[in-house]
């Protein structure tokens, strides 16, 4: 069962999900969220009470859910869910990798906490994600901080190309002091610039958060272009040595 409410004096939607949900569950409220976009085109929030959410009753139910998820998520500005399971409570740190939407996590019963935060004022702040090309070692220096739009990315695409020389081959060096996420469009962007410069990149050097780097020697990545090093944030100097050839 799912127990919803929308305020449209706010455009804040209220969820309560409760016991397993299933497919028929989500009927009434596609219905009337899409009927409301239809006319404001956008949610000011969502909050998500789960605290008594436990599944779902069958694989159909569960996909329902994704596609609710997927076809609204870019029409939400911010999206609070309040969780007292300590397994749910991890759920929204990985979600807002995968949604183009704002996303916190709350303890169950801050409700109020929860809502302030919804209908704050939108954050001006846009993701800080620079690039810059030393010339000598030449080196391509990217910084990222926060959450990477496709417009952000395109517009840093845009710098880096214009920068780069592509008759040479090009070491790079990405720092991430926090990444929030990143929309699908920008992910897309990455993954063709990926493609058509792997082959003229000799050294990239990725530095990360400590707890990030515990797993990415599990990644396997392509040998044939590349060379691909992984370090922490303590390890920024060595980092800038390596992919400098120093």
Excluded at 21 to 34: G, H, I, Q, R
Excluded at 127 to 154: F, H, Q, S
């Amino acid at each position: 069962m799912i127990y919803y409410h929308l305020h449209a004096h706010s455009s804040i939607l209220e969820i309560r999900p409760d016991g397993k949900l299933s497919a028929e569950d989500f009927a009434p409220l596609v219905k009337d969220v899409d009927s409301y976009l239809a006319e404001n085109n956008q949610l000011n929030g969502v909050l998500i009470d789960a605290s008594d959410f436990s599944g779902w009753q069958d694989f159909q139910g569960l996909t329902t859910h994704l596609k609710f998820v997927q076809n609204h998520h870019h029409q939400i500005r911010r999206l609070a869910i309040l969780t007292s399971n300590n397994l749910l409570g991890v759920a929204p740190h990985l979600l807002k990798h995968f949604v183009s939407c704002e996303l916190k996590p709350f303890a169950a019963g801050q409700q109020d906490s929860a809502t302030a935060w919804l209908t704050e004022s939108p954050n001006s702040a846009a993701v800080d994600i620079r690039c810059k090309l030393y010339g000598e070692p030449n080196v391509m220096w990217i910084k990222v901080d926060g959450k990477i739009t496709r417009d952000a990315y395109l517009k840093m695409l845009a710098d880096l190309q214009g920068q780069l020389d592509n008759n040479h081959k090009t070491n790079y060096l990405v720092e991430i002091k926090l990444l929030e996420g990143i929309e699908f469009g920008a992910m897309w962007e990455d993954l063709k610039f990926g493609i058509d410069q792997y082959h003229n990149i000799d050294r990239l050097a990725v530095v990360l958060p400590t707890s990030w780097t515990k797993i990415m020697p599990d990644f396997h990545l392509p040998k044939d272009g590349a060379d691909i090093r992984f370090f922490e944030r303590r390890e920024l100097e060595e980092a800038w040595k390596w992919s400098s050839h120093q």
